[in-house]
T-cell receptor, first 113, second 113 residues
Framework: GENVEQHPSTLSVQEGDSAVIKCTYSDSASNYFPWYKQELGKRPQLIID?????GEKKDQRIAVTLNKTAKHFSLHITETQPEDSAVYFCAALDSGGSYIPTFGRGTSLIVHP | EADIYQTPRYLVIGTGKKITLECSQT?????MYWYQQDPGMELHLIHY???????EKGDLSSESTVSRIRTEHFPLTLESARPSHTSQYLC????????????FGSGTQLSVL
């Protein structure tokens, strides 16, 4: 089965700095890689995703990059703001197979004002 | 409004009680999932369903059971609750096909005394 490793488990930055969260996956059949954000006391919500036929995707201050050869993908947040403080989860799934996402363990991002 | 609903939001019960956590979605999604989220953030898949009359066990060994008699309803039952079941339980759904985005409910925080 798929195995997703996520690092770091905790990331502390100053407001305005950039933050990078990295994930690796094991199953070469995985072709869809979403990122979810979970604010304290709230439900996880999708913030950005990327498919295996794309190397990079951006949405305002967030971007995701994918390296299929190395089987890793990363979330980049630029100009961090206190409201970016949350737990971020990466996931991988094979949309032509089981469709069941495998999640990373989560990264707690803390943005200090 | 189309959404995914979980009840109750909080539940405190005694050891040995039978409980059912409710999950309903009004989005017409085929796939539904139950996750257990521990205080360390990690999401553990305990059950999932591809559609009506389909139920599968997830990665985490669980003493719970689920049913899927109607598309919109996916209840989780614990026959005999124990303190080790204390956790947050998140229900999620997705449309299937090539639409893999998960929509999460607000969760049920269960405490077993």
């Amino acid at each position: 089965g798929e195995n997703v490793e996520q690092h770091p488990s905790t990331l502390s930055v100053q407001e305005g700095d950039s933050a990078v969260i990295k994930c690796t996956y094991s199953d070469s059949a995985s072709n869809y890689f979403p990122w979810y954000k979970q604010e304290l006391g709230k439900r996880p919500q999708l913030i950005i995703d990327i498919r295996s036929n794309v190397g990079e995707k951006k949405d305002q201050r967030i971007a995701v990059t994918l390296n299929k050869t190395a089987k890793h993908f990363s979330l980049h947040i630029t100009e961090t703001q206190p409201e970016d403080s949350a737990v971020y989860f990466c996931a991988a799934l094979d949309s032509g197979g089981s469709y069941i996402p495998t999640f990373g363990r989560g990264t707690s991002l803390i943005v200090h004002p | 409004e189309a959404d995914i609903y979980q009840t109750p939001r909080y539940l405190v019960i005694g050891t040995g009680k039978k409980i059912t956590l409710e999950c309903s979605q009004t989005m017409g999604h085929d796939k539904m999932y139950w996750y257990q989220q521990d205080p360390g953030m990690e999401l553990h898949l305990i059950h999932y369903s591809y559609g009506v009359n389909s139920t599968e066990k997830g990665d985490l060994s669980s003493e719970s059971t689920v049913s899927r008699i109607r598309t919109e309803h996916f209840p989780l039952t614990l026959e005999s609750a124990r303190p080790s079941h204390t956790s947050q339980y998140l229900c999620a759904s997705s449309a299937g096909g090539f639409i893999e985005k998960l929509f999460f409910g607000s969760g049920t925080q269960l405490s077993v005394l």
